[in-house]
Structure formats: C-alpha cells, structure tokens
C-alpha cells in the first residue's frame, strides 16, 4: 500500500530541492530531489507574479489535488517534490495538468530533467 505523503514546512527543504532534477510544464515547474529516506514529501510554491491571493489560492488548491491524486502512485520514493506555479497554471485545463504531471513524474523516475537553465540576467554568480 503506497504511504501517504507528506507536506513540506521548511524553507531550507524547498531551496534544496531547487537543487534538484527540474520539469517544466506550461502550468508548472516541477522539482524532485532525494531526501536521505524522509518518504514522500511535497511542498507548493505560487509567487504575486500569478495573480492576487484569490487567484493564487485557487492554484494552490489545484496542486494540491493533483499532487494527491499522483503522488501516491506515480511519485518517487524517499524524495522531495516541489511544484512551482508559472502563468498558465490558473487557466490550464485540469485534466491537461494531471496528464502533464505524470508525464514529468515518469521523466523524473527516470532521472531525465530539462536542461540547465542560464543564469538569470544581472545575477551574481555564488561560489558553491
């Protein structure tokens, strides 16, 4: 019987997932990074840039049915997954967004992510 997952709360687990293996989606970023053994965890992020609280709440909401829905089934054991919204997500079909996320939680079992990103324009590099 698949476990339940459960919700991330510290802000140090969501920056080490951005660390992570990273999908993108129209609607959605997702990220997934191993937890040293934690189980399945999630954690949902929506910034201002998506819309006023209504808005962003309704996102919210969405996320976390979908991440319900999949993650018992589809989701990686023993990681971290991190969904990000991006401006589609509030008028995204919903159906649409769960057959995404098991596409990308597919990709993601099989360690295939997207490509690495380029620095963001006037971003300081940080020495690791």
Known sequence: ??????????????????????????????????????????????????????????VKRRFRELLRAALPDHGLPDHDHVLIGRDAAPTRDFAQMAKELEIVLGQAAGGKGDPARRPRKGAKRRPR
């Open 1 to 58: 019987m698949p476990m339940t997952p459960t919700v991330l709360t510290k802000r140090a687990d969501f920056l080490a997932a951005n660390r992570g293996l990273r999908n993108a989606r129209p609607g959605f970023v997702l990220l997934t990074r191993p937890n040293g053994g934690e189980g399945i965890r999630y954690g949902i992020t929506v910034t201002k840039k998506i819309g006023n609280a209504v808005v962003r709440n309704r």
